[in-house]
């Protein structure tokens, strides 16, 4: 791509079209962007919110006007949609490269009527929360995109079995992160005695969005008083943010939990957590690949997690975590319980870990195939 790019007069005009900044997605797009090398390509965001990421977007930012309008449906989309007609044929970039649902529709109906002549798209998971309704859309305009980037090879099986958008036109590429080498906090003492966790007492840490019911954030909280009854000692931190955040608390208590587990919400210092942490969990539903695994392994932090989506292609089976079955918190605790006590075999874990993603997630490897993606559209091919 660097070479390629080095012989443009310019380098490619990309703007990304997204809802939103938050989520593991809206920071791993904003880390690619900050990874750009200066002959990448030339980057722009458009969203409909503001940026809820702990890290400002490293490329111009504009935040849509919300429509003047009733704001309901059809009527808003079709508000938007104009919208975004006038903001493309005003600036249109070489390249619109959008993300989820109506950003891909939008996308879709934008290069129908000839406002953009190249269209790129990202799926972040298996699309289990789509109904007839997104499908039925998705089917009508499936021949529209140039390229359909998938974040594992569990989510392009889904695009191309249930979006039947032609296989040459989709590509894997996992997510990455920054391999900047992770050193010992010197600090963590500080956060266990702000977290009142003491010295002796493992971790068991779970990052999480609590409003997206996929993350299956109550079947941790079922799975808390299995793991207690044999390893009392374990302290369970919680972090996320949501409106759904009253209703764990409420289960927590219900359960007899609420002394051992914290939630100390949104945090901007995250990776302490990880480096505090003994095991790291997720029991997702449905996954596309997650940030937070990746993040867990370049910590050195063996996972727990659950056998679905993208995790299988991250995670190594019996050498840098444990797969269990979704919605199971039996298995689930065992395999929690099975490595609290195991020392030597979580130092095992985590130093296979941090191999993995070291060989196999660094970003600047994402931001060569993103570039290479767009110098294809560019030449047609």
């Not at 959008?98 to 269209?119: A, C, D, E, P, Q």
Request: hydrophobic share 40%; net charge positive; proline share 7%.
């Amino acid at each position: 791509m660097r070479r390629q790019a080095a012989r443009r007069e310019a380098p490619v005009k990309v703007t990304y079209l997204l809802s939103d900044l938050g989520g593991g997605t809206g920071h791993h797009l904003l880390d690619l962007l900050d990874s750009r090398g200066p002959a990448d390509w030339h980057a722009k965001i458009v969203s409909e919110v503001p940026s809820t990421s702990r890290m400002g977007p490293p490329v111009d930012h504009l935040v849509l006007d919300a429509p003047r309008g009733p704001a309901k449906y059809p009527i808003r989309q079709v508000l938007r949609y104009r919208q975004l007609e006038q903001l493309f044929r005003r600036d249109p970039p070489d390249i619109l490269h959008t993300y989820f649902f109506w950003s891909v529709l939008y996308g879709r109906l934008l290069k129908s009527r000839g406002v953009i002549s190249r269209l790129v798209e990202n799926r972040e998971d298996t699309g289990f929360d789509m109904g007839a309704h997104e499908h039925a859309w998705y089917a009508l305009t499936r021949n529209l995109p140039d390229r359909v980037i998938c974040v594992s090879g569990a989510v392009r099986n889904s695009v191309v079995d249930r979006e039947r958008i032609p296989g040459s036109r989709v590509e894997v590429i996992h997510n990455g992160i920054r391999l900047s080498e992770s050193r010992p906090d010197p600090r963590l003492s500080e956060l266990r005695e702000e977290l009142r966790i003491s010295a002796a007492s493992p971790v068991v840490l779970m990052v999480a969005n609590y409003d997206r019911p996929v993350k299956g954030v109550v079947h941790f909280l079922n799975s808390v008083p299995l793991i207690r009854r044999e390893s009392p000692e374990t302290r369970y931190i919680l972090i996320g943010h949501g409106r759904r955040e009253t209703e764990f608390r409420d289960r927590a208590k219900a359960l007899g939990i609420d002394d051992v587990l914290l939630m100390p919400g949104f945090r901007e210092d995250v990776h302490r957590f990880y480096e505090l942490a003994d095991v790291s969990v997720l029991t997702s539903l449905s996954e596309g690949l997650s940030i937070t695994i990746l993040e867990s392994m370049k910590h050195g932090v063996p996972v727990v997690v659950t056998e679905v989506g993208g995790n299988p292609e991250i995670v190594r089976q019996g050498r840098t975590g444990i797969l269990v079955p979704p919605a199971d918190p039996r298995r689930f605790a065992d395999a929690v319980v099975r490595l609290l006590r195991d020392p030597a075999l979580r130092a095992t874990f985590g130093r296979e870990a941090r191999r993995v993603i070291r060989e196999e997630y660094g970003l600047e490897r994402v931001v060569e195939r993103y570039g290479r993606i767009y110098e294809e559209v560019l030449r047609g091919n």
